[in-house]
């Protein structure tokens, strides 16, 4: 990708560092059964934030307005689902003084770091991870509106920012491209980006493990362990699937006090083990 062209919101809004392209090596890797999921929950929860669940005056701006109206169920898990994770991240982020990182693992077109900028809840990076086709997608999204630019970059200290087709990297934000089923690329673009394995870190996972296997699952997992010196994981999912979409994660998973034992062993959490299950 070209740098940002001065007849762009992007460039012309405010105080800008210029813009270079890094070359990039990643394929188009996405995974169709994954990529749908995303969308059809993007739309639902930006028509909950239409209807007031809510309020998150980014999301408008990553997905149009579906015409066909959601279930009052739908709206009601979406606010759950949205509000329990929140109240989590907000509880890592004040214990730690906002010293720390988030890596939003299978972030999909999340919203999170706008809504923590505007609360001043920000960590110290926050880092988002998916598919190169959907990072593609938000990428342009964040390239054409001022209200997704304009925080990242006030908030950055350089003179560039180093941002491609499928990565951009800035001081406090960053959006890699990479499969999670791959830890070595994953582990590679982390560390360009800067990640600190020093700092505590929050890594959120939302709906994202019933999407890979077992094995899978427990790779990442043993790789974030192994990886930072004190962590968190959020791990919100499906527990019960329809018979239209099996997902691969769901059978052996169930509970995540059976995916953490069986990752971590009995003893990872020490004395005080606790257990917070969201399940729909």
Known sequence: MQPFAPSTPMATSLRRPSFT???SSLLDADDEGVRGPCEDATLCKRFAVSIGYW????IPHLV???K???APEINRGYFGHVHSVSQLIKAFLRKTGCNCQILNLGAGMDTTFWRLKDEDLLPSKYFEIDFPMIVMRNLHSIKLKPLLSKPILDLHSEDTLQMDGHTLDSTRYAIIGADLRDIPELEEKLKKCNMNTQLPTLLVAECVLVYMTPEQSANLLKWAANSFETAM????????GSR???KPGIPEFLTSCRLVARVFGNSCLGSQESFLEFSF
């Open 68 to 70: 066909a109206r959601k």
């Open 64 to 66: 149009r307005l579906s």
């Open 244 to 246: 239209r979409s099996v």
């Open 55 to 58: 309020q998150d005056p980014c």
């Open 233 to 240: 994981l959020i791990n919100y999912k499906q527990v019960r």
């Open 21 to 23: 392209a890094c070359s």
